[in-house]
Every structure is written in structure tokens, then in C-alpha cells.
């Protein structure tokens, strides 16, 4: 039930753009992208809905892909304040906003 | 206008022993989560709180776990007996509801090291 990201890793130098991947086995009507820094709680990036709504921070853009389960988060002039990893979440059977969340994809903005 | 916050932040036990992590959620938020982060893993889902009651235990790994929460605010996770595969760093995580539309405000951790 796991979501797969990819890539794991990705550097890019300040000011390049990225997009990281998340897709799922299993339908999916909502999807949660956080990003953790090193020893730092995970912080709440987005949720996008089944059905086109979306909840986020203004400077991150995200897509999601209901009939190919997939939803991508894009990163567009990157900043030094970027780097760290970030997890998509996926909703478990049951109700409740309970999560399961992927390996992660790691990211490192350098100058 | 604190966030959430766990405690201990770190934990060191010997195998067999008995630990006990607090959660304390935002005020007023009624939904809490347990997740678990192994070195490399991604959150894996422990349990959730509805108020106080617990309607799903499923992600609990064994009947060594166990959480209760009081006043629809203070949340323990209790395991007992412990081992090394239960090293790891346990977040807790509140939100306003269970509804799918919020957020998860996540705490600091608690990193377990079981000897």
C-alpha cells in the first residue's frame, strides 16, 4: 500500500527546477506531500483531492493523476531552504486521514 | 500558540524494559496520529485517536504497543517488553479533524535506541 517515489535523490544547484514523482497501486482520492529536514518534524507542503481541489503553500505547485494514481510535486526555482526530503502520503483504508507514506526523495539545493 | 510537542525527545532503554512517549497535540485539534520512522523508511502508521477513542488500531505491529489518550488531548504510546527491531524515531501528529481536507501538524519525535 506504500506509495513509490522516485527519484530517491536528486541535487540541483540554487535557482533549477525539479519534480518529484509519487504514484500508487491502489485508487487514490487525495495525496499529502511534506518535507522533513534533517532532525525536524515533517512540515505540511500540500493536499491535492480527487476532483481538482488543493490546499498549499503558494510557492509550491503539485498535480495529481486520479486514473494513473500518480501525483507529481514541482519545484520551480529552487532555493537553498528547499533542500531536505520529501514524503508523499496516501490515504489507508478505513477513514480517519490516516497516511502510509513513501521511502522519501531526498534533496539537496547547493549555490 | 505552541505546536505539538513529544517527549522524551530521545530514549534509551535496554532490551525488556518498558518506555512509555508523550504526545501533547494542538489545543482543540481533535484527531491524533502515531507514526514510526525507521532509518530510511518512509512515516508507517501506528494508530489514530478520534477524541479519545481509538477507532483504528490496525498499524499497531504487536500487542507490545499500546496508546491511550485522555481529555482529547494528552496521548501516551506505550511499549512494552521492548526490542531492538522497535528502535526508530515515533512521531506524533494532530489535526483539527479526521477530515481528509487537513493537515497534519507533526511533532519533533521521540528517538527510541533499544540496546
Known amino acids: 500500500q506504500q506509495p513509490v517515489q522516485s527519484p530517491q535523490a536528486v541535487i540541483l544547484r540554487e535557482g533549477e527546477d525539479a519534480v518529484i514523482n509519487c504514484s500508487s497501486s491502489k485508487a487514490l482520492y487525495s495525496v499529502h506531500w511534506y518535507r522533513q529536514k534533517h532532525g525536524e518534524a515533517p512540515v505540511f507542503l500540500m493536499i491535492l483531492l480527487k476532483g481538482g481541489e488543493q490546499k498549499g503553500h503558494e510557492k509550491i505547485s503539485a498535480s495529481f493523476n486520479e486514473k494513473k494514481q500518480q501525483s507529481s510535486l514541482y519545484l520551480t526555482a529552487s532555493q537553498l531552504s528547499y533542500s531536505g526530503t520529501y514524503f508523499c502520503?496516501?490515504?489507508?483504508?478505513?477513514?480517519?486521514?490516516?497516511?502510509?507514506f513513501g521511502t522519501g526523495t531526498q534533496l539537496k539545493v547547493e549555490l | 500558540g505552541a505546536g505539538v510537542s513529544q517527549s522524551p525527545s530521545n530514549k534509551v532503554t535496554e532490551k525488556g524494559k518498558d518506555v512509555e512517549l508523550r504526545c501533547d497535540p494542538i489545543s482543540g485539534h481533535t484527531a491524533l496520529y502515531w507514526y514510526r520512522q525507521s532509518l530510511g523508511q518512509g512515516l508507517e502508521f501506528l494508530i489514530y485517536?478520534?477524541?479519545?477513542?481509538?477507532?483504528?488500531k490496525s498499524g499497531l505491529p504487536s500487542d507490545r504497543f499500546s496508546a491511550e489518550r485522555t481529555g482529547g488531548s494528552v496521548s501516551t504510546l506505550t511499549i512494552q517488553r521492548t526490542q531492538q527491531e522497535d528502535s526508530a524515531v515515533y512521531l506524533c501528529?494532530?489535526?483539527?479533524?479526521?477530515?481528509?481536507?487537513?493537515?497534519?501538524?507533526f511533532g519533533p519525535g521521540t528517538r527510541l535506541t533499544v540496546l
Open positions: 501528529a494532530s489535526s483539527a479533524t479526521s477530515g481528509v481536507y487537513n493537515e497534519q501538524f
Open positions: 502520503g496516501t490515504p489507508l483504508p478505513g477513514g480517519g486521514n490516516k497516511l502510509t
Open positions: 485517536f478520534q477524541g479519545n477513542s481509538a477507532p483504528d
